[in-house]
């Protein structure tokens, strides 16, 4: 089953939400809906940034998780920006 990452920019909390709720809440909806494979959060040029990798049978579920997952997040913190790729053989590819 093919491999796919959503990665966002994450900006400001949402009220009352601490930092470490983040990443946990955007593993437990890709969970919802599909295999989660892992979770990571880096700071790169000094915004945070969420990656969530999942399987999915093609690019329009993977489109359809992505979402779920984007949406999940910007409960809790702002989802500023997100990509969405497809593992294809050593590199990532962008979809959608």
Do not use: C
Not at 31 to 54: C, H, I, K, P, T
Request: hydrophobic share 45%.
């Amino acid at each position: 089953m093919p491999s796919y990452r959503v990665t966002m920019t994450i900006g400001m909390l949402r009220p009352g939400v601490s930092p470490e709720r983040v990443q946990p809440t955007a593993a437990d909806a890709a969970e919802e809906v599909a295999v989660l494979e892992s979770s990571s959060v880096d700071v790169v040029r000094g915004q945070a940034r969420l990656v969530v990798r999942f399987t999915a049978d093609d690019v329009e579920l993977a489109l359809q998780v992505a979402r779920h997952i984007v949406t999940s997040t910007d409960h809790v913190a702002q989802a500023l920006d997100a990509v969405v790729t497809e593992r294809d053989g050593g590199t990532w590819r962008r979809v959608g």
